[in-house]
């Protein structure tokens, strides 16, 4: 079954490309939902959401949603949602954390509550130069400017007008990466759901994305593989704060100070599942992507730098996707070595792969531009290709991008409308979708004859509080539809 009516006519001006070796069509609609997935405080920042539909629909379902997001901060006197305008995430060795909440079906378009069930800690090394000469936060320099950028604000919003302010030059990110979660093998009794998460490990050179691995049973508490004697245990961490006896003290801070460290996954040969390239600050990349299970066959897909290139400037960096695959994701040396399915893509292309909703085929979206360029440069987007069928092949058939491949541009742009600064430029990064347990594509059921529903984050779009001081905090994230059909004869 098609996720839309063969043969229905999208609504409003539409233009169609077609996909699935030519049996399919994907219409770009004007009028295609779209919306506010989450409009963050300044100090918080989301992305790269998945949001699952779990089995049953009473808790912990029907929803969950999991994310990265900022790593924790001392609770001021004003609370965890007050802290100063000019935060920015602008220190590798910060971390992050990953966020878990469960969200009503009512509600499925909205960013629900959602608690750090793991933080990333500190990786070891100096901070940058840049982090280290900052002023500090309650030093006269930091308090004056914070006055400045909240009258600023104010002033912009008290006439009205759209401030015109250049991108931040500090250099911002996430170097902790992305979550993906799954669930276990419950047809044959096992009750946990499955995260595979990177982290950043010091090496020479720099650092490298490595994969870790945790587990929930609950979307509560929080099981994580760390390394022991001899080989590796599962410890808990993190999970909702609970009072000691006779102390108002919460056990997860407590636990997450002594915590040993991740041990890293072991492919079936034995070897850590590493990005290939280490690299300074947040220049590193790799091992972010989707796991979509497939006839009690886990398949993890995920991009890395080319290792040819790991020598090259970060924006020349070549990527590949790869396949690994496993029939446990949470036993140890099941995951398969890596198959190479495509190579030669563009810098930081971001690709996430899932089994397309009522058929067998894989859907494959991916970041892109579209092949026209305004003043302010290429215009970001989300590309978007079906498969023939589920074999890996079917994948590496695809072509993803415009001669040349380097520039980044598609003609199987989804052509998103949400987001965006007052001169039109836009972001579409860290982007997720939404998954059944088995992280192949779902819908909220608000829209059932959709093909998807995407989330991602834009790094240009205007923060709630008027500011400016962070391309990260604050930053709105968006959502969007599709529509795909058979092509008619």
Same mark, same amino acid.
């Given at each position: 079954?098609?996720?839309?009516?063969?043969?229905?006519?999208?609504?409003?001006?539409?233009?169609?490309?077609?996909?699935?070796?030519?049996?399919?069509?994907?219409?770009?609609?004007?009028?295609?939902?779209?919306?506010?997935?989450?409009?963050?405080?300044?100090?918080?920042?989301?992305?790269?959401?998945?949001?699952?539909?779990?089995?049953?629909?009473?808790?912990?379902?029907?929803?969950?949603?999991?994310? +990265?997001?900022?790593?924790?901060?001392?609770?001021?006197?004003?609370?965890?949602?007050?802290?100063?305008?000019?935060?920015?995430?602008?220190?590798?060795?910060?971390?992050?954390?990953?966020?878990?909440?469960?969200?009503?079906?009512?509600?499925?378009?909205?960013?629900?509550?959602?608690?750090?069930?793991?933080?990333?800690?500190?990786?070891?090394?100096?901070?940058? @130069?840049?982090?280290?000469?900052?002023?500090?936060?309650?030093?006269?320099? #930091?308090?004056?400017?914070?006055?400045?950028?909240?009258?600023?604000?104010?002033?912009?919003?008290?006439?009205?007008?759209?401030?015109?302010?250049?991108?931040?030059?500090?250099?911002?990110?996430?170097?902790?990466? #992305?979550?993906?979660?799954?669930?276990?093998?419950?047809?044959?009794?096992? &009750?946990?759901?499955?995260?595979?998460?990177?982290?950043?490990?010091?090496?020479?050179?720099?650092?490298?994305?490595?994969?870790?691995?945790?587990?929930?049973?609950?979307?509560?508490?929080?099981?994580?593989?760390?390394?022991?004697?001899?080989?590796?245990? =599962?410890?808990?961490?993190?999970?909702?704060?609970?009072?000691?006896?006779?102390?108002?003290?919460?056990?997860?801070?407590? /636990?997450?100070?002594?915590?040993?460290?991740?041990?890293?996954?072991?492919?079936?040969?034995?070897?850590?599942?590493?990005?290939?390239?280490?690299?300074?600050?947040?220049? @590193?990349?790799?091992?972010?992507?989707?796991?979509?299970?497939?006839? /009690?066959?886990?398949?993890?897909?995920?991009?890395?730098?080319?290792?040819?290139?790991?020598?090259?400037?970060?924006?020349?960096?070549?990527?590949?996707?790869?396949? +690994?695959?496993?029939?446990?994701?949470?036993?140890? +040396?099941?995951?398969?070595?890596?198959?190479?399915?495509?190579?030669?893509?563009?810098?930081?292309?971001?690709?996430?792969?899932?089994?397309?909703?009522?058929?067998?085929?894989?859907?494959?979206?991916?970041?892109?531009? /579209?092949?026209?360029?305004? #003043?302010?440069?290429?215009?970001?987007?989300?590309?978007?290709?079906?498969?023939?069928?589920?074999? &890996?092949?079917?994948?590496?058939?695809?072509?993803?991008?415009?001669?040349?491949?380097?520039?980044?541009?598609?003609?199987?742009?989804?052509?998103?409308?949400?987001?965006?600064?007052?001169?039109?430029?836009?972001?579409?990064?860290?982007?997720? =979708?939404?998954?059944? +347990?088995?992280?192949?594509?779902?819908?909220?059921?608000?829209?059932?004859?959709?093909?998807?529903?995407?989330?991602?984050?834009?790094? /240009?779009?205007?923060?709630?509080?008027?500011?400016?001081?962070?391309?990260?905090?604050?930053?709105?994230?968006?959502?969007?539809?599709?529509?795909?059909?058979?092509?008619?004869?």
């Amino acid at each position: 079954m098609l996720a839309g009516p063969a043969g229905a006519a999208p609504k409003g001006s539409a233009a169609c490309y077609a996909t699935g070796g030519g049996a399919l069509e994907i219409c770009r609609s004007d009028d295609e939902a779209e919306g506010v997935y989450a409009l963050p405080p300044a100090c918080r920042f989301v992305h790269d959401v998945q949001i699952l539909r779990l089995k049953d629909a009473g808790p912990p379902g029907p929803l969950q949603v999991i994310y +990265r997001g900022e790593p924790p901060r001392k609770e001021g006197r004003r609370g965890e949602d007050a802290c100063p305008a000019d935060l920015q995430a602008d220190d590798p060795a910060a971390g992050g954390s990953v966020r878990i909440g469960r969200q009503v079906e009512a509600l499925a378009t909205v960013l629900p509550q959602a608690d750090p069930r793991f933080v990333g800690a500190a990786v070891e090394g100096a901070a940058p @130069a840049q982090a280290r000469q900052k002023p500090r936060r309650n030093s006269r320099e #930091s308090r004056r400017a914070r006055r400045d950028a909240r009258r600023e604000a104010r002033e912009a919003r008290e006439q009205g007008k759209m401030t015109f302010k250049p991108w931040p030059a500090v250099n911002e990110g996430d170097a902790s990466g #992305s979550a993906m979660m799954v669930a276990g093998r419950d047809w044959a009794g096992d &009750p946990y759901y499955a995260i595979l998460t990177t982290a950043t490990e010091p090496v020479e050179g720099g650092h490298r994305r490595v994969l870790v691995q945790a587990r929930t049973y609950d979307f509560q508490g929080l099981d994580l593989r760390v390394e022991a004697e001899p080989g590796t245990a =599962w410890m808990p961490f993190g999970g909702p704060p609970q009072a000691e006896e006779g102390r108002g003290r919460r056990r997860g801070g407590r /636990r997450a100070e002594g915590m040993p460290k991740p041990a890293p996954v072991l492919d079936e040969t034995g070897k850590a599942i590493t990005g290939h390239c280490a690299a300074p600050g947040f220049e @590193a990349r790799g091992l972010s992507g989707s796991i979509s299970m497939v006839d /009690r066959t886990y398949h993890y897909f995920y991009t890395d730098v080319l290792p040819a290139d790991c020598g090259a400037p970060v924006g020349k960096r070549r990527m590949g996707l790869y396949l +690994r695959t496993s029939r446990d994701p949470l036993a140890e +040396r099941t995951w398969s070595a890596p198959t190479t399915l495509l190579e030669g893509l563009p810098a930081d292309t971001l690709v996430r792969v899932a089994k397309a909703r009522g058929m067998d085929r894989w859907a494959v979206a991916y970041s892109c531009s /579209r092949p026209v360029t305004v #003043s302010g440069g290429p215009i970001a987007d989300i590309c978007l290709h079906y498969t023939a069928d589920l074999s &890996p092949g079917s994948i590496s058939a695809l072509t993803l991008f415009s001669d040349p491949v380097a520039a980044g541009h598609s003609t199987a742009y989804l052509g998103l409308r949400s987001g965006g600064d007052a001169l039109g430029r836009v972001t579409r990064d860290g982007f997720g =979708w939404m998954t059944d +347990r088995y992280g192949n594509l779902e819908t909220p059921g608000l829209y059932p004859d959709k093909g998807g529903f995407l989330t991602w984050l834009d790094r /240009r779009a205007p923060r709630a509080d008027g500011g400016d001081a962070s391309s990260l905090y604050g930053r709105p994230v968006f959502w969007a539809t599709w529509s795909v059909r058979a092509k008619a004869p």
